[in-house]
């Protein structure tokens, strides 16, 4: 069983940056496959990031050098950094984990996080 956390949510101006931050419960989290996954009010949940183990990862085609996932094995975390935010990245954020491979589809994910809230202002 893995539980996960998010933090680093918030209310920011367009344009700004935010980090965010999952913990993992767990002693084998460096097998995981972690991933970030947001929602909008009306949307559905949607792909924005993955990372393995070894800090393979991959994107959505709307993140790409936009967003960065990063992750510290030791620590049990994995990290979200937004750059240059736009109102329509208004979303919650979730943090997700599975135990091998990569994929981008929500049903893939086993454990979840609560959510984080982001919200960016014009």
């Known amino acids: 069983q893995v539980q996960l956390v998010e933090s680093g949510g918030g209310l920011v101006q367009a344009g700004e940056s935010l980090r965010l931050s999952c913990t993992a419960s767990?002693?084998?989290?460096?097998?995981?496959?972690m991933a970030w996954f947001r929602q909008a009010p009306g949307k559905e949940r949607e792909f924005v990031a993955h990372i393995g183990g070894s800090g393979d990862s991959a994107y959505g085609d709307s993140f790409k050098g936009r967003f960065a996932v990063s992750r510290d094995n030791a620590k049990n975390t994995v990290d979200l950094q937004l750059n240059s935010l736009k109102p329509e990245d208004t979303a919650i954020y979730y943090c997700?984990?599975?135990?091998?491979?990569?994929?981008?589809?929500?049903?893939?994910?086993?454990?979840w996080g609560q959510g984080t809230q982001v919200t960016v202002s014009s």
């Open positions: 997700a984990a599975r135990d091998s491979g990569r994929f981008s589809l929500p049903y893939k994910f086993k454990y």
């Open positions: 767990g002693r084998t989290f460096s097998t995981y496959t």
